[in-house]
């Protein structure tokens, strides 16, 4: 039987799979580069999600970072996306429409800085449109405690490689969370690649 419409037409993927990184995505020089930057303009601390408080599922400091404030950050990842979609995901993605997000968690060995299972897609502005997730590793793993990125893919929780310069990628519809802190200071950065709703 002929199949009809486009079913069956996918490109040749590599594999299809659900979470995939990209190890040494940058240099730890890139990393430290990225973390710097983020100091010197300063990183808001607060626990906002989606730009509307909610109180009790992340505690982490912030800075946005637009295409244009890296240029060779943002060719960076550009390139990032486009090979992980085209061996992995094959969604059909537009861009980064809402920038980078940089992100510090602080320890403290009462219960540091964390963010709580949650998914990446909301109801309204470009939260809806969000597709493909990416989690970037700034920090040596020997410099902070906790603060594992974990991905529930599949009804148990998969940590995820915490060593720097690498990069994570999952569909922004998947339960994933960061681990409480507990000492030292942790960095990443969260990326969302945004298209036409999935269908
Ligand atoms: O910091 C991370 O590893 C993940 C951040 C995250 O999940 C988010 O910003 O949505
Ligand atoms: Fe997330």
């Known amino acids: 039987m002929t199949p ?10 590599a594999a299809r799979e659900t979470v995939v990184t990209l190890p040494d995505f940058l240099s730890a020089e890139e990393c430290e580069r990225l973390t710097a930057f983020g100091e010197s303009e300063g990183m808001a601390p607060g626990r906002l999600t989606g730009g509307v408080m909610v109180s009790g599922i992340r505690s982490a400091s912030t800075l946005w970072l637009d295409d244009d404030t890296l240029p060779w950050f943002t060719d960076r990842m550009i390139e990032g996306l486009a090979l992980l979609n085209r061996r992995w995901f094959d969604f059909a993605l537009m861009g980064f429409d809402e920038g980078f997000q940089l992100l510090r968690y602080d320890g403290a060995a009462d219960g540091g800085d964390f963010y709580d299972w949650h998914i990446d897609i909301g109801r309204k502005g470009l939260n809806a449109s969000r597709k493909l997730s ?6 040596d793993p020997a410099d902070y405690e906790g603060g594992t990125l974990e991905v529930n893919a ?3 929780p998969a940590a995820q490689p915490l060593a720097r310069g ?11 969370r960061v681990a409480p802190v507990t000492s030292g200071r942790r960095y990443s950065l969260a990326a969302w ?7």
Not at 4 to 13: F, K, T, V
Not at 166 to 176: D, E, N, R
């Open 154 to 156: 599949d009804g148990t």
């Open 166 to 176: 690498s990069l994570t990628a999952f569909p922004s519809y998947v339960l994933h």
């Open 4 to 13: 009809r419409g486009d079913i069956g037409l996918a490109p040749p993927l």
């Open 134 to 139: 990416l989690v970037l590793q700034l920090s």
């Open 193 to 199: 690649a945004h298209g036409p709703a999935f269908r």
